[in-house]
């Protein structure tokens, strides 16, 4: 394996323990050698594991619908695990040391045993496929949701970028992607619901043993994600911004993962879980890493990357309701205009003033909509405290003239901003200068 150098003596070489000064984190806890160690212990085959039990109860026990909702349910998990075992080499090739090259190649072997297992699930008890994963993958790509599509689209391209650049600052970021989000965030929380409700029940031994078994490697993976990510920001003080570009990058496609169709909850309930419930954990869940790698997230550079003052419950409400709207994530048609929705977006535009906007006095920006059924709205920066409020403010300092539309597309980053006053889609009118205030207040990157 190639090998990243580091000057001999430096503090990267000696490993991030052996630097003076420097706190202790929950990561420092973990060693890479027991990592390994434990992936030796834990291994298991996923050839071995008989589905003969389950394909009978997936038949009988199974009504109708249960068996569409965990169909689509698990078919994220076949597909993401296939992409993860994919994407996996250039974050071998890019870790500094030895040890974490060793781990990584381990987690790829873990990766693919995953994707066996569900495919031999898919087609021994579903009946989907001839056996190949390619027909297996075929077969569910139709089960893959918006969010899901792009969050997995994203970890394509940052495997690309990896192979570029190796930095720590950008192996950060692709840990804080696979590691935090894919692994932490959604599968771990997913899978907890899965085994959650097939032991209440149980249903499919040879399944719920399988998904028992990668829950377990999973954990260990996440372990590691949060040891290297503490190693590599200790070593490049530029790790921590690379990671919160990633975070509001990717976070707002989450809350589409679990997007079940036409939104009908019935395909988690049915399971015992609403989406609320799952949506908070994953939250909860991506707080408690980023804590424990030395990283909490209310003290990631820039704009929050989590929206402060509300539980992982709310959080996740209100991101449901953002992609509901349309606002977040991939639009599927026109944006909601409702009072409702136009109060909820304007609320998580003042959660997202970056704390550090420097500015000395009080600024009002005003957005002033053609569509004549959006009213003006207006959002007024102060020192230690923002508020936006519906209507026309006294003396704005910077006006904007902007259809409702391309508002939301520039709010939900699908619009560029510098674009769309380019092409005279938003028409800015005052103070010139609060231009560049405005990109203090909402810096982009």
Request: charged share 25%; proline share 7%.
């Amino acid at each position: 394996m190639a090998t990243t150098t580091t000057p001999a003596g430096s503090a990267a070489a000696r490993g991030p323990q052996a630097s003076a000064g420097v706190a202790s984190l929950p990561a420092d806890a973990i060693s890479y050698e027991d990592l390994y160690a434990r992936w030796e212990r834990g291994n298991w085959s996923a050839m071995e594991l008989d589905f003969t039990e389950d394909a009978r109860q997936w038949r009988e026990e199974f009504t109708d619908f249960e068996r569409k909702a965990a169909l689509w349910n698990y078919s994220l998990f076949f597909w993401g695990e296939d992409a993860v075992a994919d994407n996996l080499s250039p974050y071998i090739d890019a870790a500094p040391r030895e040890e974490q090259k060793y781990f990584l190649a381990t987690q790829q072997v873990d990766e693919a045993r995953h994707a066996v297992f569900f495919k031999r699930f898919m087609q021994e008890v579903c009946g989907l496929g001839d056996g190949s994963m390619a027909s297996g993958l075929n077969a569910i790509e139709h089960e893959l949701t918006p969010g899901f599509r792009k969050i997995f689209a994203r970890l394509d391209s940052m495997a690309d970028e990896l192979r570029a650049d190796g930095s720590r600052p950008k192996l950060g970021a692709a840990i804080a992607l696979y590691h935090f989000v894919i692994e932490a965030s959604l599968a771990q929380t997913g899978q907890h619901m899965i085994t959650t409700y097939l032991e209440e029940r149980n249903l499919l031994p040879a399944f719920r043993q399988g998904m028992e078994n990668v829950a377990l490697d999973e954990q260990r993976h996440i372990g590691f994600g949060v040891k290297l990510l503490c190693d590599l920001n200790r070593e490049d003080p530029r790790v921590a911004g690379a990671v919160a570009k990633l975070l509001r990058e990717v976070l707002p496609w989450t809350g589409q993962v679990l997007q079940p169709p036409g939104w009908d909850e019935r395909y988690l309930t049915c399971f015992g879980y609403t989406y609320d419930r799952i949506g908070g954990e994953g939250v909860s869940s991506l707080q408690t890493k980023l804590r424990s790698a030395g990283l909490p997230h209310e003290q990631l550079p820039g704009p929050p990357v989590i929206p402060p003052g509300l539980s992982p419950e709310e959080i996740s409400k209100v991101g449901r309701q953002m992609a509901m709207a349309g606002i977040i994530g991939v639009r599927e048609g026109p944006s909601k205009r409702d009072p409702e929705t136009l109060t909820l977006l304007f609320d998580q535009i003042v959660r997202q003033v970056n704390p550090q906007h420097g500015l000395r006095k009080p600024t009002t920006f005003q957005w002033e909509f053609t569509d004549p059924d959006v009213p003006t709205w207006h959002l007024t920066v102060n020192n230690g405290s923002s508020r936006a409020s519906q209507g026309e403010a006294p003396k704005p300092d910077l006006r904007f003239r902007v259809g409702y539309q391309d508002f939301v597309d520039i709010i939900g980053d699908r619009l560029n901003p510098v674009r769309a006053v380019a092409t005279g889609r938003m028409r800015p009118r005052g103070n010139p200068l609060a231009l560049r205030w405005l990109l203090k207040v909402f810096p982009r990157g």
